[in-house]
């Protein structure tokens, strides 16, 4: 509905008159906001809509944040933008699951008094194997 100055606008209140110009603006900036973003094919809609579904799921409301961004950029058409962002935690998750991943080997290797068991060795297996996956993955992308 467009935005409309009652006809007898000098009778309300000045709250609600400032009201009716702020959501006026906020349909005007909306609807530039979209105007200014390019079409995306059916294809490219459902993947990032697919992929907000993913984020959403996360655990990290830092990451969440960042990955929103770079999916709000892709969708200006901002492919730079979306990349460094998406590429900035590809690195920070890389180092957290290094982190991760150098603790446990070095628990196992370096402590004597930890022993392994069967959850812990067949836990680092699966984590190990669906690391393995997610690299094939990348390998064959590039």
């Known amino acids: 509905m467009p935005f409309q100055l009652p006809l007898d606008f000098r009778s309300v209140r000045y ?40 984020v959403e799921k996360l655990k990290d409301s830092k990451v969440q944040y960042h990955l929103f961004q770079a999916i709000e950029e892709y969708e200006y058409g901002h492919h730079l ?3 460094l962002i998406a590429g ?10 290094r982190a991760l991943f150098s603790i446990s080997r070095n628990f196992f290797t370096h402590d004597p008094n930890a022993i392994s068991n069967a959850l812990d060795a067949l836990s680092l297996i699966a984590d190990a194997t669906k690391l393995a996956e997610w690299s094939s993955l990348v390998e064959t992308k590039e």
């Open 81 to 83: 933008a979306a990349a």
């Open 15 to 54: 709250y609600d008159l400032l009201s009716m110009v702020v959501e006026g603006c906020n349909q005007a900036l909306g609807l530039i906001g979209e105007l200014l973003k390019p079409k995306l094919s059916h294809t490219e809609q459902m993947r990032l809509k697919d992929l907000r579904k993913e």
């Open 88 to 97: 900035k935690i590809a690195m920070y998750t890389i180092e957290q699951l």
